[in-house]
Nanobody
Framework: VQLVESGGGLVQPGGSLRLSCAASGFTLEDYAIGWFRQAPGKEREGVSCISMSENSTWYTHSVKGRFTISGDNAKNTVLLQMNSLKPEDTGVYYC???????WGQGTQVTVSS
């Protein structure tokens, strides 16, 4: 099992980024996958999750209407489209497979002018 995040970077407030979580060793559509983030000095928090088999998604209140999670079965990848980014969205974003409590290595997102 492996999850590899990519797509982070530095962006100005109001900008957009698209994060990818590429899976190997299992088929993403069979499991729920979550995105978490951790800001400096703060606890890790859930941002969004998706279950492609159940066609369901969840977002934490602070990102509703700005972030969109989706799955690309052909690429075995989960995407997190982040629009209208705010400085408080800054942090390391992690992909998580709850079934076996597996975490990716994370990708840094910095929103700053």
């Amino acid at each position: 099992v492996q999850l590899v995040e990519s797509g982070g970077g530095l962006v100005q407030p109001g900008g957009s980024l698209r994060l990818s979580c590429a899976a190997s060793g299992f088929t993403l559509e069979d499991y729920a996958i979550g995105w978490f983030r951790q800001a400096p000095g703060k606890e890790r928090e859930g941002v969004s999750c998706i279950s492609m088999s159940e066609n369901s998604t969840w977002y934490t209140h602070s990102v509703k209407g700005r972030f969109t999670i989706s799955g690309d079965n052909a690429k075995n990848t989960v995407l997190l489209q982040m629009n209208s980014l705010k400085p408080e969205d800054t942090g390391v974003y992690y992909c998580h497979l709850p079934r076996v409590d597996y975490w990716g290595q994370g990708t840094q997102v910095t929103v700053s002018s």
